[in-house]
């Protein structure tokens, strides 16, 4: 389960897999310009080199 995307100072997280605490599980960072692979049910790549910076 995809909970949260967050950019900030150029890189881009992925949180997944929440916990019953707020925390998550898995965590994935990119820097802007990188993609970012969502996981499924998605399944799909996110670009990022338009995110601004």
Known sequence: MIRALKAVRGTTTLFTEPN??????????????????????FDVTLPTADFPV
């Open 20 to 41: 019953e605490d707020g925390t998550y599980k898995h965590s994935d960072a990119v820097p802007f310009g990188k993609p970012l692979q969502l996981p499924g049910p």
